[in-house]
């Protein structure tokens, strides 16, 4: 941004809307930066959002062995009395998708120390079906993948896993209906040239876990495959 685009449209902070000037190329000033709800989850194994993924169990190891999966971690906590619950509200409905983004690629810089990444071969975000996808002129999903992928070289890609079912809001759902709500919702395509991959699930926010293990059960086409997840937020 120039400086005479600067002083019509200051950079302010997204969360507290402090002035940030022209040179900070995120979207939070330092003092917002630092006060996020992290969850220090990329150096934690068998943490809150893997034991989403796996369920309660007494065997977590064979659940991760059929699941296929390598490991889980959220950035963030989705804390309701903390400005982050705004800050993605607005990311998701409010037409920001830069949000995901800054958010991605700041999680990224902070995950790389723990080798979270390391062996990752693309990152797929979490589909939306196609007319939530109308609706919504993005997915944000898509957006934190691509914050992600700046900082990290790893591709990403938006073609072989599809949001088949227009299934309601996970968050208007309660218990077993979660569940139920997502099942067979995803499909793949072309699962061949994904063979033996080890993929990176991105998504905005888990809760329970049951879209990101619908997601992961329709990918188990992908042969000889493993799975890690992203999340950009833990509820």
Known sequence: MGV?????????????????????????????LRLLPRTEQAAIPQNGTEGALLGITNTPSAVRKTMHLDHAAAYLFYEKEHPIRDLIHRMKYADRPEIGFHLGR?????????????????????????????????????????????????????????????????A??????????????????????????????????????ETSKACLKAMKRFRGAKFSVFALCKA
């Open 4 to 32: 005479i685009a600067s002083l019509i449209y200051p950079r302010t902070c997204a969360l507290c809307a402090r002035y940030i000037g022209e040179y900070n190329a995120g979207i939070l000033c330092d003092e917002c």
């Open 106 to 170: 700041q999680a990224a810089m902070e995950f790389l120390y723990a080798g979270f990444f390391d062996g990752i071969d693309v990152i797929i975000p979490m589909p939306l079906h196609p007319k939530r996808f109308r609706e919504r002129g993005y997915n944000q999903s898509e957006f934190i993948a691509r914050g992600i992928s700046e900082v990290t070289g790893i591709p990403v890609d938006t073609d072989h896993v599809l949001r088949v079912r227009d299934t309601p809001k996970q």
């Open 172 to 209: 208007l759902q309660s218990g077993e209906g979660r569940k139920t709500n997502v099942a067979d919702a995803f499909d793949v395509r072309y699962p061949e040239q994904m063979y033996h991959k080890h993929i990176l699930l991105v998504d905005d926010l888990i809760t329970t876990g």
